[in-house]
């Protein structure tokens, strides 16, 4: 790739090219997790490090892998940094590593950090490789976090709890309750409340999208009809 278009890449990782809400990929760990916001950020974090460490690695050598092994190499370079990673929450978010779980380490397996390893990373330069996994994950991220508020107002009335498990205990007080005495609303927090938020998600980009679109057309009719 000669000429490499890094507007384009921002554009797709943070739009037009979504990984959750285009490529629809990602979605086992979006819906489990994503019962308040913190949670959500946490494993955004964790696939963004996993996502920009090996796919840097992976356009770094990608001149020296024979195409016949390259997705072992893949994998192999994907499951040390999440090995890495795993071991780095374990010690220092012990429990907010408890409470995403078994989908730290199934970020192997994510086919955001395989698929933009093959279809970008082992295609393009490093600067392009790591601006393109940058913008991936904040695009991957925004989606968890915007899911995780939606779910977390919804079923507990409140914003940011359990911060404290990412940002120490000073971050204890950072807990918004937007609803005082909220009895609560049990559907937001289970699996199908996950759904329904990512379709409304989904809706309002295609409705964003779609204006977009006509406001394009718009303006193209202006400038074709004569003064």
Known sequence: MT??????????????????????????????????VI???????????TL????????????????????PVFVLIIASNVTAIELLMQAYF???YGILGIFIPLIVTNCIIIG????FASKNNVVASWLDDVMMSIGFMAVLVILGGMRELISNGTLLDQAHLMFGEAAKSWKITVVNDYRGFLFAALPPGAFMGLGFILAFKNYVDQKREEAHQLRA???RVPS
């Open 94 to 96: 012990h429990e907010l």
């Open 39 to 49: 949670n959500g950020f946490g494993l955004g974090v964790a696939t963004l490090i």
């Open 52 to 71: 920009v460490a090996s796919n840097f690695a992976v356009s770094m050598v990608r001149d020296y892998i024979l195409p016949e092994i390259r997705i």
């Open 221 to 223: 009719r202006a400038v």
């Open 3 to 36: 000429n490499i278009d890094y507007k384009k890449i921002i554009k797709d990782g943070l739009w037009d090219n979504n990984p959750a809400l285009i490529q629809m990929l990602g979605l086992c760990p979006l819906m489990a997790v994503t019962t308040n």
């Open 116 to 119: 933009r390893a093959e279809a």
